[in-house]
């Protein structure tokens, strides 16, 4: 006699229904948080090529393939677009100086983290694009200004202050100097940033060799004499 095959169990139409409906709903989501990427990549490439002022919803939206009204289904207006590329572009990047700084290695290793991640999340990326942004089109425009300083080296200050007194008891550096300017130690970074933008044509720099001698130089001074 043959053996009866066993039918899988089915499931509740009710339940079939919330899978499927799971389904669509994780698709469309996927399929906006695509849209939303590819306006933002486009919106870098605009604001880098025109400016902040010069540049046109219509020209981004014709970048990332989608008519202009999409774009307001994301975003309010070109600010809040160009605040929310700061964000998307450079978050992930604050993070990881947190991190590095927040961690408990010595000081010397922790700047030789951070510029490594400088080179290779920021000057190796379009990210050093914002940065240009910000520096030129940041007078013009200071509530651009201010949501970059919020949003981004507000964050970063404060995680370099909070190491630098930890390396001030431990006896890492002399004085207090650099606690109370922590710009110092980001003023290599906007140079080769500038540098790169205006005249790496003419005399390319290596990165790595000059932030490692300006930070050698910046901290033997930081340690006092020996």
Do not use: N
């Not at 930890?166 to 130690?185: K, M, N, S, T, Y």
Request: aromatic share 10%; no cysteine; proline share 4%.
């Amino acid at each position: 006699m043959a053996t009866a095959l066993k039918k899988a169990p089915r499931k509740p139409v009710a339940e079939a229904g919330r899978t499927i409906a799971a389904s669509r709903q994780g698709a469309r989501t996927a399929k906006a948080a695509a849209r939303r990427e590819a306006i933002l990549d486009a919106a870098l490439d605009e604001f880098s090529a025109r400016g902040f002022a010069a540049a046109r919803l219509d020209d981004v939206a014709r970048r990332a393939g989608v008519a202009k009204g999409t774009i307001y289904l994301y975003f309010k207006d070109k600010e809040a677009l160009f605040q929310e590329l700061i964000l998307f572009q450079l978050s992930p990047v604050v993070g990881a100086f947190e991190s590095a700084l927040a961690s408990d290695l010595p000081l010397a290793t922790i700047v030789d983290q951070a510029i490594e991640i400088f080179i290779r999340e920021i000057y190796g990326t379009h990210r050093k694009e914002v940065m240009r942004l910000i520096i030129s089109e940041g007078p013009r425009f200071p509530t651009l200004a201010e949501f970059y300083y919020r949003e981004v080296l507000a964050r970063i200050l404060k995680a370099m202050r909070a190491r630098l007194a930890r390396a001030l008891e431990r006896g890492e550096i002399a004085d207090d100097v650099l606690i109370r300017f922590p710009q110092l130690l980001g003023a290599a970074s906007v140079l080769a940033v500038i540098w790169q933008g205006l005249f790496d044509r003419f005399e390319p720099l290596d990165v790595r060799a000059m932030m490692r001698a300006y930070f050698d130089r910046l901290f033997l001074r930081a340690r006092g004499p020996t």
